[in-house]
């Protein structure tokens, strides 16, 4: 789930960066600071497991932070909880692995409001403004059948074949 996640989120970049999307500055830095989020949330849950390579994981990567001039050791020691990864940095990350998708998702509603007020980017260059139809309730209909039946997929896997 989300590795398809990530390749979805990259191809989304990549595609801005494609049409210069990231001319709109205020929607792509909050999309920019999503992608860091979603990348922190992503890096905790992978430390939640415990085993030895979400050990190591941790350790390598909350090290990475010690290169930060005067205050690296300080912030990586106070990342841990202590002196090394032990309980207390697991516990933090659970923590912020369970809040953060909340914040992503009110970071996501920011971003869809930045891109109303400018625009999405038209690729074409063809003015679209002749041939629209309204998002309620066309869309809104096809995007809840698509959610129920997706919905229905996932609960049937789950009921039906829970290993």
């Known amino acids: 789930g989300a590795s ?3 390749i979805c989120l990259f191809m989304h970049v ?3 960066m494609y049409y210069g999307s990231y001319t709109f500055m205020e929607t792509w830095n909050i999309g ?3 992608l ?3 990348m922190g949330t992503a890096f905790m849950g992978y430390v939640l497991p415990w085993g030895q390579m979400s050990f190591w994981g941790a350790t390598v990567i909350t090290n990475l932070l010690s290169a930060i001039p005067y205050i690296g050791t300080t912030l990586v020691e106070w990342i841990w909880g202590g002196f090394s990864v032990d309980k207390a940095t697991l ?4 923590a912020f692995h369970f809040i953060l998708p909340f914040i992503i998702a009110a970071l996501a ?3 869809l409001i930045f891109l109303h007020e400018t625009g999405s980017n038209n690729p074409t260059g063809l003015n679209s403004d ?4 309204p998002f309620h309730p066309y869309y809104t209909i096809k995007d809840t059948l698509g959610f129920l039946l997706m919905f229905l997929i996932l609960l049937t896997l789950v009921l039906f074949s829970p290993d």
């Open 4 to 6: 398809m996640f990530f």
């Open 14 to 16: 990549g595609r801005g």
């Open 32 to 34: 920019v600071v999503l």
């Open 36 to 38: 860091f989020a979603v």
């Open 91 to 94: 516990t933090r990350f659970f």
């Open 109 to 111: 509603m920011v971003h």
């Open 130 to 133: 002749a041939d629209k139809i």
